[in-house]
């Protein structure tokens, strides 16, 4: 059969492959494509001399020497070098002193929002709201108290830490595994500290409870249980309570104590990083 007029193979021709009666035509790629094709082979093979991209065959990272880790150093070591400054200016500055000078408490409270965020709200929590054991850093209810300069020997020493001389301690005795008190007179106590925390209570038992709290416990939280900072003994007439307040969890503490522990930070923070903190902790709004 004779080929018609439009028929491709009588300009363009075949390449001789036929296959079912299949022909293919001899049509190859545009100059200018092909052209891209090699220019994009001999970039990525310039490339890859470069720049580090064969892990275990290009381990120096390429001619030019350059890394993502690099250039990370580098933009670490600008940005510390940014604000070696204001870390001076912070270490210099008696903590109780900082919150005098605006802009340099505001460089501190940014700083210590970034390490809190890293170091503390595994117990405090994002909010530092903290939860059954963990003090809220939001309140005005502090142990040892909420002023500059005690947040900063806290968050140093720590409290009933190990390995720091310094740090904050105080025993609540365990007056029922111990065998201090009877289970008797633990009910009357925790009556009583029920009465004056404001809370449904039995009178009777509140009143038995008042002589026994006069002789064992006053000598830490007062004799109107209000607390005492200087042994980090908690004000037990207010409505704020970190084992919980119920007379299940009151029976619980004067039962067997409660003697949470916090790290102390010195050993493993810098001193303007734990300033920082300081600031931070007493910008939540509970700060002294």
Request: aromatic residues 8%; charged residues 15%; glycine residues 12%.
């Amino acid at each position: 059969m004779s080929k018609q007029w439009n028929d491709p193979r009588s300009t363009v021709g075949t390449t001789g492959h036929e296959w079912d009666g299949i022909e293919e035509y001899n049509n190859p790629l545009p100059r200018w494509w092909l052209w891209i094709l090699i220019g994009t082979i001999v970039w990525g093979v310039a490339f890859s001399i470069a720049y580090p991209a064969w892990p275990g065959l290009n381990a120096n990272g390429g001619l030019l020497g350059w890394s993502s880790r690099g250039q990370l150093h580098e933009r670490m070591a600008a940005t510390a070098a940014s604000r070696a400054k204001y870390d001076a200016a912070i270490a210099a500055t008696p903590i109780a002193e900082l919150p005098a000078n605006p802009e340099l408490m505001r460089i501190a409270v940014n700083g210590g929002a970034s390490a809190f965020k890293l170091h503390c709200v595994q117990c405090h929590g994002s909010g530092a709201a903290g939860g059954n054991g963990y003090p809220n850093l939001n309140d005005d209810d502090w142990l040892w108290g909420g002023d500059m300069e005690t947040l900063y020997v806290t968050l140093q020493h720590g409290i009933r830490a190990n390995g720091y001389d310094e740090t904050r301690i105080s025993q609540m005795p365990a007056f029922g595994r111990d065998g201090l008190l009877t289970r008797a007179e633990i009910a009357a106590v925790t009556e009583h500290v029920l009465a004056i925390s404001g809370q449904d209570h039995a009178p009777r038992a509140a009143a038995r409870g008042a002589g026994i709290f006069a002789d064992q416990c006053a000598s830490c939280h007062g004799p109107e249980g209000k607390g005492d900072r200087s042994v980090g003994a908690p004000n037990l007439t207010d409505s704020i309570w970190l084992y919980g307040g119920d007379r299940a969890s009151i029976t619980a503490t004067i039962t067997n104590a409660r003697n949470g522990v916090m790290p102390g930070w010195s050993q493993r923070l810098d001193d303007v990083t734990i300033r920082k903190l300081a600031a931070y902790v007493h910008s939540l709004g509970g700060g002294e």
